[in-house]
């Protein structure tokens, strides 16, 4: 990657270390977001996975959610992780064209890994872990499905916005990451930084 982008990553709650840790190991910067002042200068955003309840109240509180909305609508890459996948959709912040099914999978306990063929990700398939995972039940036709699992759509892509069901953070394949950080980089080039 030529240029080092600075990427964003929700740290309310969730598993945001496993994704700070992943865009160290792709060459790209981070910068953990809690309050508006965190998202100035970022060049891409990531919404980890966790509690999506939870972490709606945290977006809240802190006076986020207009700050996040604006950050996408002004062309910034954001990447949702499971219940980022949530956050992004029609029913929370309303940054993605989609409506998520929260637990879709079921409880924790049927939690599952599976081998993804995702669009836009050369290679040979990825593996996905997928912990009370949500599915996208419904999506706009901005939307592209880069993904499906069981029939049911699991990655999700509207220009430089992205959404996966799954955890990549969790395993050793950083390709999702590396993409994103090449998507942010290219925002931050061109955006003269």
Partial sequence: ????????VLA?????????????????LTRQVRVP???????????????S?????????????EPLRELAAGGTPV??????????DRGHLAIMDMVAERNAFGRQIHSFEADLDIEDI??????????????IAEHGRDVRILARVDGH???ARQGDLIAVAFHAELGEDDRLHRMFA???AERAVGAGR
């Fill in 153 to 155: 759509a699991v990655a």
């Fill in 37 to 51: 002042r965190d998202l100035e200068g970022i060049d891409g955003l990531i919404i980890p996975g966790g509690e």
């Fill in 122 to 135: 050369d290679g040979g398939p990825m593996r996905g872990i997928f912990i009370r995972a949500p599915w």
């Fill in 1 to 8: 990657m030529a240029h080092e982008p600075l990427i964003g």
């Fill in 53 to 65: 309840t939870t972490m709606t109240l945290g977006v809240r509180r802190e006076g986020l959610e």
């Fill in 12 to 28: 309310l709650q969730g598993g945001f270390q496993a994704h700070e840790r992943m865009l160290g190991q792709v060459g790209a």
């Fill in 182 to 184: 090449g998507i942010a």
């Fill in 79 to 88: 990447l949702g992780s499971c219940a980022g996948l949530i956050m992004l």
